[in-house]
Structure formats: C-alpha cells, structure tokens
C-alpha cells in the first residue's frame, strides 16, 4: 500500500527520522509487524504562531519497496563531436552549460581564470589571514565560481525561466543532500559545494568535455560582427594562445571587471544596469532564533536540536529606494570578497549545519543611473565605476588591508562612535567608522530608515549587539551584456552568449545554472555547419 500523507507535526518529530517513523506508523494505524518506508517530498517550517509547527507531504510505502523516482541524467560522450561550445568561466552558469552540452551532444570547451577547488583554498586562507588577495583565484574566482564557497542557498525567484527541480536533481546526482528536492529553502553549504563541484568536472571530463584552469580569456576576434576566435592567457606560463571559438558562452561572473572592460574597448555593446549596495549586518545567531520563534531560545529545551538556525527576509521603500536583506546567512561567516588588493567587499557563506553563533545578511540599497551620475563621463562603466570607488573607499577607511570598516548597529542610526565593537566572524577583522560618511547621503539615510522598520518588524533587531560591516557592494552586477530576448546571442557579435550573473541575466546559483543550460539550448538549435 501507498499512503500520501500531509502532516502538521512538531519540530522532533519532522526532523528524526525515528520519531517520523513512529507518527506515520500512528497516523496509519500500522502493526509492529508492517514494513514502512518513507519518502519525504516537502518540508516547510511554520514559525508564525508560538508553538513552531514544520508542514510535511510524504509518501508512505507500506509492505512494499521504496519507489524513488530516479534522477534521470543521460550524458553523452562527446570527445569526438563536431560541434564545440567554448565556456568561459566555471561558475554555476558555465558548468550547468557544459552539463547541459553533454546531454544534447556538443562539446564544452571550458577556460576558467581561477584554480580547481582544492588549490583555491590556500588563496582563500591567504586572504583570511594574510589579509592577501589573489586577483585571479578568491571568493569570487575559481572552479565552481562565486558560489563555491557559499552558503549554498538554492531558492530562486527566477522559476519560470528555467527547470529549477532539474537543477536540483543534478545536484543530487553530483552529491549533495536528496532533502534539497524536500526542503522549502534548500541549502547546501560551504563544507560540501567543493566535493560536489569537483564531481561536476569528473563528469565533464569522463564524457569528453574540457576544463582548463588558470586560463585567462583576454581578447576576443569578431570578423563581420561574428566571434570567431579568443584568445587566452595561460596565467602559469604567462604564454596566450588563440582558440577559434564558433560558439562563446561568456559566463564570467559580476567580478570580471576586466571583461567589461574589454568589450567596452572593443565597442561591442554594454549598459549600466540598476543594481544594490550596502552593508553585511551580523547579530549572534541565537538572537534572530529567538525573533524568529517567538520565544526566548535558551529556554526551548530539547526541542532547539531539532530546528534550524533560523533566517529572514526583510524589504523596505524608504524615499523611492528599496532597501532589503541580500543573501542571508544563518549560523555564518563574513567572508572577504575582493577581487583586488585596493578593496574591501563583504559577503557571507555558512556550513551545512549552520551552527556558527552569528547571523548575518547583507542589507542593502537598490541604486539608478541618478547615483552613479556624477560618473556619467564613464558611460556604460558608470555603474561600476561607483561600485570600485565604494569599495576602495572601505579599504580606505579600513586601513588600507582587507580589515573592514564596521560599526554598532544602534550606534549608526543614532550618529554615535562605537568605542568598543562587539566580536564578528570576519576573519580579517573589523574596525570603527563613521559608516554613513563612508556609505555617503542616499545609501546611508536610506539604511537607516530601513534598519528602523526591519526593527519594527522584528522586535530585538535594533540593538548594539549587531554590527554592520562595509560594504556589501557585488550583490549584482552594475553592467549588463545585452543579448536578444530569444537567441540568447549578443544584440550585435553572432556566436557571442552572454550568460549568467555577470551578464545580467541571473541572481544566484540555480537561476545561473538554469541560465547556463539556456544559452546551450538555444546553441543546439542552429544546424552543424
Ligand atoms: C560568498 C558568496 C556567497 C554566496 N551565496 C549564495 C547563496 O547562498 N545562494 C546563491 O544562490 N547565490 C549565492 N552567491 C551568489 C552566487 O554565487 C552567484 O550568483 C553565482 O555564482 C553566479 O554564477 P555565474 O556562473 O554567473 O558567475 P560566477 O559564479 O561569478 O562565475 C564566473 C566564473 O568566471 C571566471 N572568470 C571571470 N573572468 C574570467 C576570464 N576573463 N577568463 C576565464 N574565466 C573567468 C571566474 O573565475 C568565475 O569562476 C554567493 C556569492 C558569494 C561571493
């Protein structure tokens, strides 16, 4: 017998795998003597009311076998195909690309700038605490791209522009966790992205693909406004070589600076784009569990084992000007996010378990071409003009190392010095500023309103214990590579597929890769020559 069942159950029995056992075998009225399986398919935490209730669909199979519904992946190998699709960078985007060649039969040519997983490490560590940044090989450079070392969250808003449980599922296949197919918000974490990139390669590798690492796209040939051929600095030989490239997925992140640059010398076309700017607020983690359940968490007994660190999501206008949390990371870390010495970013990642004592999330402010008009001059590169003068101002006021200009939370909307900063898990370290003269007027009065009702919403969220840290500046990118809505290809260079979050055409890990297997698709459908 096949049961679905739909139960509201409490967090210690929706979170053990014995103690769900033992409500389904209740719910169905089983004898001891009856065999039961059970396969999970959604799982949400409802934490409005005071006692915290976690909605559960599942099926029960009674006497019988499991039927789990297979992760379907048929690669094809295709060391020999005719066809080649040259990726440039191993993000989500460019790996979901290669993926999704293997599948239709082409062959995916990747040039990543960054190291593998493994050796990309010792940069991070460097940077941590050496306070040394590796332009080509940080948290933004390398295999797996920015979303390698991150808290891994796989929600997106972007649904309908792709397959997202397809994702998932190959996520699944590479490794990670079967309840990210389950969980309402589904996460992975940084302790297990590496594994399951590296599994990724293996399996474009085995099936014919290839992967260069330290391999630098510098310069693009376009004849009669088609791509026709890169050119790709080898950053271990320092020696360039030229690869003829019918068919370029550009998927080179919001970090590639250099990029925009060059196109933007070469005249192919690029345009400032609306995009957000502000800080990273951390609070001790057991703090927002309080908020977030209603109760004073130390007191929740053993229950507390059984839920997860909790989150928000939080969005305020403030003048005409949004002001929202960004990439929220319960039990996380501040992580330092240059891509360049002369520059402070911020972001965050957590472990699977995400049991670090602090929260953070970056709060931050949606920006218009009416901000970056004072670099007008810049034209399209005005956005991200603004956004480098941002950063190397924190660096600045930081003390010109990757340690990060910070400040009490109350402290800030009130204009008072913090003598005194409470500890952070910016492993750089911090130091007291005056945050809204570093932010400047419209980003700092605009924080401030919004911190002001982010407290209204949650009772406890306005205090010094929380500091805020500069500047979370790369939550999207300022530039956008205009592509044709249907072909996916540049408005002017034929061959030419800007992809991804550095393109504009994503925000976050599953909406990149969706994006990635998009631009592959559209590829597919032009005839072999
Ligand atoms: C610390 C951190 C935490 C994050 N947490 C989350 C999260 O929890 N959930 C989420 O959805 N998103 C998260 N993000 C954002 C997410 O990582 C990005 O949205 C996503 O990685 C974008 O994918 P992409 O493939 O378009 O670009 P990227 O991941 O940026 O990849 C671009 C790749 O291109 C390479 N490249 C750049 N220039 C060149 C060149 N000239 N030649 C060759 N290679 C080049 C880069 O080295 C890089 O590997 C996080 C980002 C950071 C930095």
């Known amino acids: 017998m096949i049961s679905n069942l739909t139960l509201s159950l409490s967090p210690s029995e929706a979170f053990s795998e014995i103690n769900l056992k033992h409500k389904v075998r209740e719910e169905l009225g089983l004898k001891e003597t009856d065999e039961l399986h ?13 006692s915290i209730k976690v909605n559960v669909s599942l099926q029960a199979f009674v006497n019988e076998p499991l039927k789990e519904e297979l992760i379907a992946v048929t690669y094809q190998q295709v060391a020999e195909k005719k066809k080649e699709v040259v990726i440039i960078g191993a993000g989500p985007a460019g790996l979901f690309a290669a993926l999704r060649c293997l599948e239709l039969g082409l062959k995916p040519i990747i040039f990543e700038r960054g190291k593998d997983v493994k050796n990309r490490r010792r940069d991070l560590a460097k940077l941590n605490k050496e306070q040394l940044v590796n332009p080509e090989s ?10 390698t070392y991150s808290d891994g969250k796989l929600y997106t808003r972007s649904s309908k522009r792709g397959d997202v449980v397809k994702i998932l599922k190959s996520l699944v296949h590479h490794g990670a966790d079967k309840t990210i197919l389950v969980d309402a918000h589904p996460h992975i974490g940084t302790n297990k992205l590496p594994k399951i990139i590296e599994n990724i390669r293996q399996t474009i590798l085995d099936f014919g693909g290839e992967i260069h690492f330290n391999s630098k796209l510098v310069d693009v040939t376009i004849d009669k406004e088609k791509i026709q051929s890169i050119n790709v600095l080898n950053l271990n030989t320092e020696q360039s070589t030229t690869y003829n490239a019918q068919y370029l997925i550009l998927a080179t992140g919001h970090s590639a600076r250099d990029i925009y640059q060059l196109l933007n010398d070469k005249n192919i076309a690029i345009e400032a784009k609306p995009f957000a700017m502000g800080v990273r607020i951390e609070h001790p983690q057991e703090m927002i569990d309080s908020i ?66 602090y929260a953070n999330s970056g709060i931050v402010v949606g920006l218009d071409a009416t901000d ?19 950063e190397h101002k924190a660096w600045i006021a930081g003390g010109k190392t990757q340690t990060a200009p910070a400040q ?10 913090s003598g005194t900063l409470p500890s952070c898990s910016y492993q750089p370290g911090i130091t007291p500023v ?35 840290v500069g500047v979370e500046s790369r939550t999207s990118t300022p530039v956008r590579i205009p592509r044709d ?17 550095g393109a504009g055409y994503a925000g976050g890990i599953v909406s990149a890769a969706m994006d990635g297997e998009r631009c592959v698709d559209e590829i597919f459908k032009i005839p072999t020559l």
């Open 372 to 390: 970056w008009s004072a670099f007008s001059s810049h034209k399209n590169l005005a956005a991200l003009e603004l956004q480098k003068q941002l």
């Open 485 to 501: 809505r249907e072909t996916c290809q540049h408005i002017q260079i034929k061959g030419l597929y800007p992809c991804g979050e």
């Open 292 to 357: 977030q359940y209603h109760c004073n968490i130390k007191q929740l007994g053993d229950v507390r084992e059984f839920l997860p660190a909790a989150s928000y999501s939080l969005v305020q206008q403030v003048n005409g000007k949004g002001v929202y949390s960004f990439c929220m990371c319960p039990g996380g870390i501040i992580a330092p996010c240059a891509t360049a010495q002369e520059e402070v970013v911020t972001n965050g990642w957590s472990p699977s378990k995400r049991n670090n004592p």
């Open 138 to 147: 940080n948290y933004c450079f390398g295999e797996g791209g920015a979303g």
């Open 408 to 417: 009490r939370l109350l402290d800030f909307i009130e204009n008072k010095t």
């Open 434 to 468: 005056n945050m809204e003269a570093l932010l400047g007027n419209t980003m700092g009065k605009a924080l401030k309103e919004g911190f002001k009702s982010f407290g209204a919403k949650m009772k406890g969220y306005l205090t010094n214990e929380a500091v805020i």
């Open 38 to 50: 059970i396969l999970l398919q959604k799982r949400s935490i409802d934490s409005r009311q005071r």
